[in-house]
């Protein structure tokens, strides 16, 4: 017996990729979203269609492990790194994955980490009070094996005292997440701001 | 008893919104928006909402020292700015806070003041008949202590003989203001196309 | 006895002014727009009002030497400029002027004329087969004397074997005219679109 | 006997060109698609028209040779390019041609190709299941003469291991193709946003 997929959670993601093509974010059938449904559900994009234009059909369901609740359907190929984020966060109720040109000319050229210093946007990351305060990125060399991946996002996580609410894949795009949808498109558009202020300034750290 | 918020006030701030959001000037749960109204009262958008969504709910009345009239409301952070301009130049009857990358970047750059000149689009300021004359707009650095950032605002319009309609805050946004909304968005328009050229163009004073 | 504005000389102002705000062509109250009308009339924007947004009371009509018909009512302040291009090309019949970064930015830069060559959107350009061919538009220094400007105007094309449909003034906007509104807007996106080559390319002429 | 046109096809190129219009790839009356159709026939774009506000009228119907079934219809200047795709290539169903201000610039500056390498997006071309691997987009001298264009480009064809599904013809934009309309806007998109980042890299191939 499956549990319905929720409506709520249907729409926070279709809206999502309304949103995130708006600013360019999406191109191709790159990005995928995600949302955590109780009971250790995931309900994430499928494979291979374009995120602007979502339907109802183009959202299914996985558990933390990545498996899909209709073996039929296929999740969108970065769905274990949902996961993983899912896992290590007990707060974490959305994850947005989009492909900006500011977060993708950025990731290629930065080294393992990406700072961030002196914007009033900062305070949309918690822990940060004020914009004196900065965040560091980190960035992670692209790989197409996803595990491997996500082995290597959890190796540095284990070495942080916090760990930001993102992280860049170089080449690939940038990973936010957050409470819910809507605070995960607001960090989201807090960060690509300031992307591309930087990519701008052409000062990067 | 309390005097009604009124609907031409509650139009105004959505709408806006909604035109600076078509230009990503108000990306997260950034910018704020106000309308003077009558007797002293100022109606302004509530904090920690996304600013081109906004709905009738999302705007407040606050008096000139930011005071809002139902308590269990919470004002944007910045309103004590807005009502700063409003105690100080009777003329103005709308202000608008944004955050455009022209504007965060180049307040970052700036020293003391950023002066624009040669551009038509300077006759959107007052007192300026021909793009021969120039502006130089007021840069401040950041706070968190609003407070004590309009203290900083007011010290340095009493050195000036004239004050423009707006000013800059360091990595954080402009401030503009005029007679009424729609000229406050002709304003702020002017002012961050003259910002995005400066941007453009390389040479900031 | 006044003649009537023509509903679809009404539709064609409002039109343009829609796709060149979508552009971000019009900021503020800039940019004025006209179509001939027969008898030497001449429909054209109002002043002051944002571009983006207009409604029919905000086009009325002049003579081929800017005096309105309703004497009540104030053209936009260019006009005299849209009156010199009908009256010097009888195949001229709508006229556009608007203010994009790119146009602003090369105008400061640029000399007395602006070149452009080697782009296929040359062909937008009457009497360029090719695009090996190039246009060298001209570059007036701005001006707040309308009539002066228009006799500079006027002094470049007495001088030139072809004359180009379309300037720039400087630091102000650019004029493009056609023998139609679409034709018009065709010839200002293509314009527009070398203009922005130009730009990111880093050399100008 | 005339087949009639089928409505997909129109749908999938009016679609198309109001997605490309919203990215500004087709401005004034640049860029033209089609669709291939059963039985020889291929469904394209009428010449002379703004892409972004097509209707049903403005496409109509040639052979692989690209004359017309209708002689008193015009087909776009380019479509011989098109044709040339569907003869060569069997698992062709859509092609787009556009112009950004990316493939602009970028045509014009380079060789007699252009490589991308290290992006995610790569994995929108067939034969790359890896962003390690590299495209290498072939780039043609404009002709005004598309016959001897299309030889040109056959040539070159001819003298390649592995012909990748696009190319860009200098200062004139690029051809992208796919087998169907969707999966080719896919592709563009991808194409695009790999130059643009090329192009802010400011190193290019």
């Known amino acids: 017996m499956t549990l319905p997929l929720p409506q709520p ?17 999406v191109p191709a059938t790159a990005g995928n979203f995600s949302v955590r449904l109780p009971e250790g559900r995931v309900a994430v994009t499928r494979s ?18 990545g498996r899909p609740e209709d073996a039929a359907l296929r999740p969108s190929a970065e ?10 966060f007990a707060e974490a109720g959305a994850v947005l994955h989009g492909h ?3 977060n993708t000319v950025l990731s290629r050229r930065a080294g393992e980490s990406l700072e961030l210093a002196g914007y009033e946007l900062l305070k949309a990351f918690p822990g940060l009070a004020t914009h004196d305060a900065s965040v ?9 094996d996803i595990a491997r991946l996500q082995a290597a996002v ?11 609410p993102g992280y860049l894949i170089r080449g690939h ?17 807090a960060l690509e701001f300031m992307l591309e202020c930087e990519l701008l300034q052409g000062r990067i750290g």
């Open 154 to 164: 959890e190796g540095r996580w284990a070495a942080m005292n916090v760990v930001p």
């Open 173 to 189: 795009g940038v990973y936010v997440w957050a409470r819910d949808m809507e605070a995960a498109l607001a960090r989201l558009e």
């Open 9 to 25: 959670a249907i729409e926070a993601i279709i809206g999502a990729g309304r949103r995130m093509d708006r600013r360019n974010w």
């Open 100 to 102: 900006s040109i500011a």
């Open 48 to 65: 291979g269609v374009h995120k602007g234009y979502l339907t109802p059909e183009a959202v299914m369901v996985v558990d933390l492990d």
């Open 79 to 88: 769905t274990l790194l949902h996961c993983g984020i899912y896992r290590r």
């Open 136 to 144: 560091a990125l980190p960035v992670f060399d692209n790989d197409q």
